[in-house]
Nanobody, 124 residues
Framework: QVQLVESGGGLVQAGGSLRLSCAAS????????MGWFRQALGKERVFVAA????????YYADSVKGRFTISRDNAKNTVSLQMNSLKPEDTALYYC?????????????????WGQGTQVTVSS
């Protein structure tokens, strides 16, 4: 099992940047592919980005491609999401998630473990 705790959310003006972090417990972090999802108020949870076990492969939703960067540090058991050029439509609760088979799924149902989320609010 792995426990995930997100941090780094906050209030930022449009065009600004934030860096989200997700700290994982356990010694098997490097065996999981990791993903970031977000859920805006009243909407479904949607895929943002994913990264392979080694960090060598990444995948992004079209809506964040070129603005967000996912990375991981297996020595520190962390995965991060650097968010630049933020827009009001990026406002959401952001979750990190772990996937046991090492695949870069975009569907949330394939992820086994979830954090509690961190709120990102982008003002116009």
């Amino acid at each position: 099992q792995v426990q995930l705790v997100e941090s780094g959310g906050g209030l930022v003006q449009a065009g600004g940047s934030l860096r989200l972090s997700c700290a994982a417990s356990g010694r098997t972090f490097s065996t999981y592919a990791m993903g970031w999802f977000r859920q805006a108020l009243g909407k479904e949870r949607v895929f943002v980005a994913a990264i392979s076990r080694s960090g060598g492969s990444t995948y992004y939703a079209d809506s964040v491609k070129g603005r967000f960067t996912i990375s991981r540090d297996n020595a520190k058991n962390t995965v991060s999401l650097q968010m630049n050029s933020l827009k009001p439509e990026d406002t959401a609760l952001y979750y990190c998630a772990a996937e046991s088979f090492g695949r870069l799924w975009t569907e949330s149902k394939y992820y086994n473990y979830w954090g509690q989320g961190t709120q990102v609010t982008v003002s116009s």
